[in-house]
């Protein structure tokens, strides 16, 4: 039997003539077949012929002959092809427009939330300082397929002190690049966030929970979760906020008053 190490060199030998579709290896030893369609500084986007997606790889994740191949494209095909807009560095704190670009693709995913709660206060003082993070952890747990280029999208939310039943905070929401191989997991974790509360006066902001998101490199949902239950459902809403942190209804949608509680929230 031949090695696995020359058969993954044979593959990144493919014929170049074509310059169309090939299969390229990474430095792990996956094998993808794809056509490259762009080539932006460190970056290449593949066209995947298994399903026609795209899907954007860094170049020193390549083997050094994919490396060649790459080269001798952006040489001899490159100048025909329009590459993608650049798009700004992404802020801590970004909007999230819906988009279905391509079809969904099911993954076996399973996430656990840990939020964790430090309490700060003088001795005798019914004012309190909350410091609240929430870490993630996600797993993929197919056999074989790593989830690539997907994005995970988490809102943390508050409530006003003084109207327990009415009007959620939408504290922050951020958006972090997400890759997991195969029969593995990955964590991320929130900047922490400071809510003031006084229980005895009832006053301040309490924390409230979260919701995440998690999307393919299409923008399709491949998991919601939320605390409390229920949330995950307002995808669109939570996706056209635009201005972080605001107040809003049970639905989502935005509402006057931050005004009035800003002073007990410190991110």
Known sequence: MMPRAACLLLFCLAPLASMEARVFVSLAGTLLEAEITAVDGENVTLKRVSDGQPLTVARNTLCKEDHAYIARWVETAAPAATPPPKQPAAAATVPVTPAAAGPLQKYSLTVQAMPSKNNQAAAGSAVRVFEVTYTFNVSNREVSRDLEGAKAVVVTLGKNATNAGGDL???????????????????????????TYSAEYRYGVRSHGYVLFLLDSAGNVLLADSSPEGSAKYFKEISALAEIPCMVDRDFKPQPGLENIS?????
């Open 263 to 267: 002073s007990y929230i410190s991110l």
């Open 169 to 195: 905070v939408v504290l922050q929401k951020l958006k972090f690049d997400l890759a997991v191989r195969a029969q593995s997991k990955t964590s991320f974790t929130t900047p922490p966030m400071q809510l």
